[in-house]
């Protein structure tokens, strides 16, 4: 059994930044794929960004693209989101995951993911 553990998330003016870490336990990180998903009250669960195993491929969701970025560190056994230049639209609650594929692919269907965190609240204000 894999758990995963999200953290960095608070609440930030719009422009600023916050980095979202997600730390899994059990299992072995560098065989997963991993992704960040969001959800905004009365909206569906939406994939935000997706890295490979290798951290070669990564994936990003057109509202999220050029302002943030994942990144994920085998050695360590984490992954990160920086989230820059955020917006109220931004505001939902933050989800790591993590499935898996081939070395280099991206898993960009919630499917596909196997193991979910917990959550944290991301909250931007106008």
């Known amino acids: 059994q894999v758990h995963m553990v999200e953290s960095g998330g608070g609440l930030v003016q719009a422009g600023g930044s916050l980095r979202l870490s997600c730390v899994p336990s059990?299992?072995?990180?560098?065989?997963?794929?991993m992704g960040w998903f969001r959800q905004a009250p009365g909206k569906e669960r939406e994939l935000v960004a997706a890295?490979?195993?290798?951290?070669?491929?990564?994936y990003y969701a057109d509202s999220v693209k050029a302002r943030f970025t994942i990144s994920r560190d085998n050695a360590e056994n984490t992954m990160l989101l920086q989230m820059d230049s955020l917006k109220p639209e931004d505001t939902a609650v933050y989800y790591c995951?993590?499935?898996?594929?081939?070395?280099?692919?991206?898993?960009?269907?919630?499917?596909?993911?196997?193991?979910w965190g917990q959550g944290t609240q991301v909250t931007v204000s106008s």
């Open positions: 995951a993590a499935g898996v594929t081939g070395v280099h692919t991206v898993v960009v269907v919630d499917t596909g993911y196997y193991y």
């Open positions: 059990g299992g072995t990180f560098s065989t997963y794929a």
């Open positions: 890295i490979s195993r290798s951290g070669i491929s990564t």
